[in-house]
Structure formats: C-alpha cells, structure tokens
C-alpha cells in the first residue's frame, strides 16, 4: 500500500461509535481497515495518528471559490479546514452557462464576491468547458480541492433575456430549459437561484418549476437562496417545498436561517414545516454555516426595481437624487426585497469589503458609525460607497440568532456550508473557520452535537446529496479524502477582528491519498479536480 495511517480514531462518517484502526491507502482509495487487535498493516509509507480523529474530508456544500481556485494554487482557506470538496455556481450568479455579453455583465455584478477577474483568462463559455478548465488549471495540474458546480440561474436569466423584471416568454424560458439540460449534461450538480437578487429574483415560481423539471430529469437538485430570510421567511420555505414537489426535484436550502427581529425564536416553525414536507415524502436537505452574521454585498439590500437593467442602470438611479431618495424610503420605511422585506438597520451593516482603495477608511465600521464620524444620515454614507465603488463592496450584516443556528444544525437533514467570500479586506471569518468551528465551538465546547454526528452532517449527508457513491465514508474502496484532526484542540483560528486566520488541530488532510496538508502546512500537491454528475436524463 501506498500509505497506512495507524492507531487512528476512525470517525466514518455514518454517525456511529469511533473505533481504533489502522486503514490502509492504495492508488488514491482506501484499501482496508483493521481494526485494533489484529496484525498491523504495512505500506510503503506509515504515518502514526498518534490517537488523531481520522474522517472523510468535509464537503463545503455553499463556497465562493468559483475564481479563487483558479487564481490561488494554495488556497489554504478551504484546504487547512479539512475541506476536500466546494460546491461552486451558488445563489444564481457564476460563470457558466455566458456569451461574451453575460461574462461581463456577471462579472460586474459580483466582483464583490470573487473580485472582477481582470487576473483570470476566460477561456469557457460553458458549463463543461469550466469544469474542464479546473481540470487543467496551474499547468494541467488541476486545483487545490474538488469542485462541483450547480447552474445558475440568474446567470442563465441574464443570458436569455437580460436585466429584464419580466416574465420570460416562451421562447426566453425554452432558452432557460435548453441552457439547463446542457449543463446538467456537462457535469452540473443541480441548479442554484439568489431570489433576492437580481435578476434571478424577477423569475416567477412558474419559471422555477419549469427549470427545476428540468433539473429532476437529470437526478440534480435544486438550491435556492430563497426569496426572504427575514419578514415572510416561513412563506419562503414553504414556497420553495411546494415547488419542487411540484417538479419532482430534490430540494437543497442554502444557508438555511431564520434572521432579523421578526424571526427570533422560530427555528422550530421551519423544522416543523420542514419535518412534515420530509414525512409526506418530500427530498429536502439544507446547510448552514456556524455564525449569526451573514455576508452579501452592499448592493443587494437595495430594492429589486433599483437594479433592472442592470450595474450601470443602478449607479445612473444612485445619482439621480429622486430617485435615491425613492431608493432610501424603500430601503429604511417599507423594507426592499433585497433586504428580505426589513427595514434596513445600519448599525447592523458593517463594510467588510472594499474594491477602490480611497474608501478603506470605511473598512470594519458600521455604516451607522461612518455616518456618525462623518456627521450625516447612513444613507448618504452608504450611497457614497455605493457609487464610489461602482457596487463591489461586501458587508457583513449582523442579524442572526443563536438559538437559531443551534437548532437548525441539529435536523436530521443538515449539512455545513461555509457560504465564503475569500474578498475583502475583513472577510467573514467563516470562509477560513466553518469546519473547525463546528468540532471545536459546537461539538467540544457547548455539546450542540456528538463528534460523530457532526461528522456525519459534515461529510456523507453532503456525499448523498451530491449523489457520489465512494466519498464521504472511511469504507474499503472508498475515495481516499480524509482529514486527521485533534477533537480536544481542533478550533477556527479566524475571528471577526482576524478572520484570515487558518485554523488548528487539523495537521493532515488528504484527497485522493495524497497530502495536500501534512503536518499542519501546505504542501505544493494539487489533487482536485472537477467532481461531475454523470448519468443520462430520465424520458
């Protein structure tokens, strides 16, 4: 064998007890196990876990990495969490399906989350041909961790008929239907929407099924970022079930919370609603990341008529004053859509993020504070930045709840996302922490979940979902991604102050049998690779 890892605490990934084991890797799977007691294996290489809690690799079920793992050979932020996969082409808005008008236009409207790529060649139009590109990035090499990708399906709005706050016609959504099966042909996973952006958010639940049966036909899922996480969120979820029962197809809810004031305490209201979708036979599952705040842009609180037409629509109604006035009495009286139907609180949104360098100053401050050192209402601080940076700017908006985050995460169908945005100068710390914050927070310090259920949620409920037979268990024959970590040290290193901050108790992580962190540090080893959904449509 090529490796045996010995003395291990095997954590399977299946939910049950832990055992002592040696297990055995050979051409990137795991060859055998032996349980403790028995004659040790032999390979060609030994490494003593030393008592180390041996687990698949964990599967970051909502990532951003979409251009970072091409730019970024390293791209330790995943792969020293023990992140051995990222599902890519999240909340509608990616890469693929494009034409050479919708990659600028996608581009522009969220650099905030990727940057604006002038450091990337574009060289693919679709989905194949950007998975293919991971494949053969950094000289053929590959990537740092495997990728999946889902559809976009603001992108694929975009592309078919523009800005538009319309509904498609016919021939716009047999377009939509046709860009679908070809993704879904290529690789895709399923189909992702952001229905508080635009122009995804303008898509009717006509439009979505319609999509979505699409999707079913290919055994893919459909994850939405739904239209509302704050006034009207039950009604969101409960949209999105309907849905999908409708089509037929799996049903994935991204970063799955209950935020703002109006849903303190209504955790189990989802979980019942969701509960009973799951016993009439519903297929649902959902990740959620380990953190109150969320992170998004700065121009996706402003309401959804604000950015028809597209960023240069929205920067020429910024600096008309009526109607940036219509704009602020939408964003601060009534609640916009982009801000899930609350009225804003800008001593909730903290800038994270920044493009233009002559505006860092606004940089881990408040909008509400800015505005008090600069003696002016928040909304002229935050149309300033609006129009200053052209709408790249992140923002953490501190709205979540933690009895919230602790219920959800205990459901029999959670999984973990990191939802990571790698830009920015103060970055949310859970695009480097997530992992190690759920085994360190949740599982060693408040007991919200067993080592071995978070194991499990973090790994072979995210493998079932994404429909791969040989990952997420430590099982003979199984893919060799696998993390060894400390359960009495492992812990996030990031913070809100310092969220670039890789974690510890995490010193090997393997995928396909190779380190890509051997004793704490990075190695040069670049072993991911496009993971693609294979099989042909159901007639």
Known sequence: MDLVIRDARVIDGAGGASYRADVGLDGGRISEIRRAGGPRLSGRRTLDADGLALSPGFIDMHAHSDLALLRDPDHSAKAAQGVTLEVLGQDGLSYAPVDDRTLAEVRRSITGWNGDGSDIDFDWRTVGGYLDRLDRNFGGQGIAVNAAYLIPQGTLRMYAMGWDGRPATDTELARMKQLVAEGMEQGAVGMSSGLTYTPGMYADDAELTELCRVV?????????????????????????????????????????????????????????????????????????????????????????????????????????????????????????????????????????????PGLEAYVGKTVARSAAERDEEPWVTARRLLIGDRLGSTILQHVGHEENVRQIMRHRVHTGGSDGILQGDKPHPRAYGTFPQYLGRYVRELGVLSLEECVAHLTLRAAARLGLPDRGLVREGYRADLVLFDPDTVAAGSTFENPRVLPTGIPHVLIDGRFVIEDGRRTDVLAGKAIRRTGSAAA
Not at 244 to 258: P, S
Not at 272 to 290: E, F, K, M, N, V
Not at 309 to 325: H, I, M, Q, S
Not at 326 to 349: A, F, K, N
Request: charged share 20%.
């Open 216 to 356: 079913a036909r290919y055994d893919g899922y459909y994850c939405p970022h739904h239209r509302s996480y704050g006034a009207g969120a039950l009604q969101a979820y409960e949209e999105m079930v309907q849905l999908t029962k409708a089509a037929g197809c799996a049903l994935h809810l991204a970063h799955a919370t209950m935020n703002f004031g109006v849903n303190k305490g209504r955790a189990p209201d989802l979980l019942a609603l969701l509960d009973a979708a799951l016993d009439d036979g519903c297929d649902i599952s959902l990740d959620t990341y380990p953190y109150t705040p969320g992170c998004t842009t700065l121009v996706a609180v402003l309401p959804s008529w604000a950015s028809e037409g597209g960023p240069e629509a929205t920067l020429a109604r910024l600096r008309d004053d009526a109607a940036a006035e219509r704009i602020r009495h939408h964003l601060e009286e009534i609640g916009s859509d982009g801000c899930h139907g609350v009225p804003i609180e800008w001593d909730t949104i903290e800038m994270s993020g920044i493009t233009d």
